[in-house]
């Protein structure tokens, strides 16, 4: 829509250059406050019928294609294979789990240690399985499209040089960096403090157990607020640091956005992680907080997709995460005081909230993530989709998946569950994300896939990472004794490679025969 352009010649707006996009223009002139298509009923309620509420059914990867085009297809196909693909280091997890159970001194055994090998192996087998399904099976992955278009918004006539400008991105984003380090570090060291006075040394033996609840769960839904808060606010800081950068092609300026975004979210994600793993070397704490980021993160993904994402709402999934976490780690009675003083400090909180926030006047765009928009209603269809929110692209969402799969890998002998909540929140999440399509989004315009190479080779990166931080963890746990690092990232990085290796050989004898399955049917037609 943005890319309709006037000739020269051709008749167009008073004072309106050729070449450059009509809908911006008519937007700018407030002629125009929005474009998108329309959502069709019929087509609506069959995929309502066929993708939402078939919970255990097959997508309808081609009928997805024909309505949201190629892009979101493409998407939901790759997570499909990929929470299938999940079983294998789902079960290798629930053995490891039901040894420890069974040998309660034995947090990192002999186990374990097979355990990251055969992971090792899923993983070769996942990034070599999609690489082959994507090019052979995948009839529209050979399609290509022009993403030099030229942007809407682009202004020749902007008075900050783009070098400038990405200078000031860098600047603001490193300050955002050691901003979040120092938050992090002052958020871990309260959490350790409290712990370490109320519950090990006992140093306050009078107070009730709800009252330490309350003390022992601040910290901990003060580091997953950081998290969470970040993420928002720095996605927020970016959008206006591209534009300001003043890109003239939409390809470029979608690369500069999703580079600033991936780098943060993903230091976001394991900075606190590689803080335990590589200073404290405490394989406790790293269990507590992976556990935390690992469910926190998955039930604000799925509840936000549905409920929306003002402040309300987060802190809301922040509190019932951790309480989550609580009963699986420390069992019901704990779990249950943590669940009340949950609820009093929600009710605390509301209650500040309607006192003191409700005078202060926020700044235009933090309102869009601090209170709910009262939506208005509309007699027309074309108003009420109108009001709906737009999609956001479909690198978000890969990139909260290569989230996830760090959390499963680069810390397996840890939490050797985490594949398992995985599972359970991918299934779970392929149908709020069709939910969000087609009930809470404006249909999007269909586009041609995103370069899944791209994603292909961050999952190896990441897969890479994990040979570093598996042979951290091991030598924590003094399994092998006095190994140096070197060796046994050394030792893990020859398995990776033979995995990957023996993996690649297996897939090119499939292509193979896929290649001549599809030649003998073009004989045959």
């Known amino acids: 829509s943005s890319g309709i352009n006037a000739e020269y010649g051709q008749c167009g707006l008073h004072g309106y250059k050729s070449n450059r996009s009509l809908v911006s223009q008519l937007r700018i002139r407030m002629i125009i406050s929005d474009i998108f298509p329309m959502h069709n009923k019929i087509d609506k309620q069959n995929l309502t019928r066929s993708w939402v509420s078939n919970f255990f059914g ?25 929470t299938t693909s999940l079983l294998f280091p789902c079960l290798v997890g629930l053995t490891q789990k039901a040894h420890q159970y069974h040998n309660p001194g034995q947090h990192i055994s002999w186990i374990s240690l097979m355990g990251i090998i055969v992971n090792f192996f899923w993983a070769a087998f996942f990034l070599l399985g999609w690489g082959s399904i994507n090019d052979n099976v995948l009839p529209w ?80 839904i003060l580091l997953s607020t950081i998290v969470i808060a970040f993420d928002v606010l720095y996605t927020v800081i970016a959008e206006h640091l591209t534009n300001w950068e003043n890109y ?39 269990e507590s907080r992976l556990m935390n980021l690992l469910i926190v993160q998955q039930f604000k993904s799925n509840v936000g ?40 400090l929600a009710v605390v909180l509301f209650m500040i909230k309607r006192v003191f926030l409700g005078k202060l006047k926020f700044p235009q765009f933090l309102k869009q993530f601090v209170f709910v928009k009262k939506v208005k209603r509309y007699e027309t269809l074309v108003e009420k989709e109108s009001q709906l929110r737009n999609y956001d692209s479909t690198y978000l969402d890969y990139l909260e998946m290569l989230i996830q799969y760090g959390y499963i890998l680069l810390f397996s002998p840890v939490y050797p569950l985490a594949a398992t909540f995985a599972l359970v929140n ?33 999952f190896t990166l990441m897969t890479l990472c994990g040979v570093v931080t598996n042979s951290q963890v091991i030598r924590n746990s003094m399994l092998l ?15 990776f490679t033979v995995a990957y290796v023996g993996v690649r050989k297996f897939f090119k004898g499939v292509e193979r025969n ?5 030649e003998d049917e073009k004989r045959a037609k």
């Open 58 to 82: 097959k997508q309808p990867i081609f009928v997805i294609n024909e309505y949201f085009g190629t892009d979101i297809a493409t998407y939901f196909s790759w997570m499909g294979f990929y």
């Open 141 to 220: 992955s050979r399609e290509k499209e022009s993403r030099y278009a030229k942007r809407a918004e682009y202004n020749s006539q902007w008075w900050v040089p783009q070098r400038a400008a990405q200078g000031l991105s860098l600047v603001v984003t490193v300050m955002m960096f050691a901003l979040l380090i120092a938050s992090t570090y002052s958020a871990l060291t309260l959490d350790y403090t409290v712990k370490e006075s109320l519950i090990t040394n006992k140093e306050y033996p009078h107070l009730p157990e709800s009252i330490i609840g309350v003390l022992v769960i601040l910290p901990e």
């Open 248 to 286: 003239k092609f939409s390809n470029h300026h979608d690369n500069a956005l999703m580079a600033k975004l991936i780098v943060f979210r993903l230091f976001n994600a394991y900075h606190s992680l590689l803080y335990i793993a590589f200073v404290l070397k405490d394989l406790d704490v790293l």
């Open 305 to 344: 997709e549905v409920l929306g994402s003002d402040l309300r709402v987060r802190l809301l999934q922040v509190l019932v995460s951790l309480v989550l976490v609580s009963f699986l780690s420390d069992g019901i009675v704990v779990g249950v005081n943590k669940l009340l003083a949950a609820c009093a």
């Open 426 to 458: 991918n299934l779970i999440e392929i149908h709020t994300d069709a939910f969000r399509l087609l009930k809470m989004s404006k249909r999007p315009f269909p586009t041609y896939a995103a370069p899944t190479k791209f994603w292909q080779h961050g």
């Open 481 to 495: 004794g006095e190994v140096p690092l070197k060796r046994s990232i050394f030792v893990f990085f020859v398995i």
């Open 514 to 518: 896929i290649r001549q399955s599809f």
